[in-house]
């Protein structure tokens, strides 16, 4: 079953780095995920100054900003899809993604399969 790991960093430093890990740690993730044979697809993302929103009201109009301009201190910074099992071993596999660690978190989500 495809799962997806929503990586959510906490506090940021000056540098963009999630405090708690460092490059490595994300490189031997990456290796590990690839190792086991369970990568569907990842991306970090960009810089969070590039992000824009869209809004479409009720009435069709649309608004667009700059920014997420989100009420919270987590940052959407990247994702991996994952075929494993089940929950239980996405969940292992999240708690071994740096981005849960320091203050961030992982959100793991089931891939909706509309064929089965």
Known sequence: MKYMLLI?????????????????????FDKAVQDAGIFVSGESLADLVTATTVKVAGDGTRTVVDGPFAETREVLGGFYVIDVPDLDVALDWAARCPGSWGGGS???RPVADFGA
């Open 8 to 28: 959510h960093a906490g506090a940021v430093s000056e540098d963009g780095v999630n405090e708690g890990c460092d490059v490595q740690d994300w490189q031997n």
């Open 106 to 108: 992982v959100v793991v």
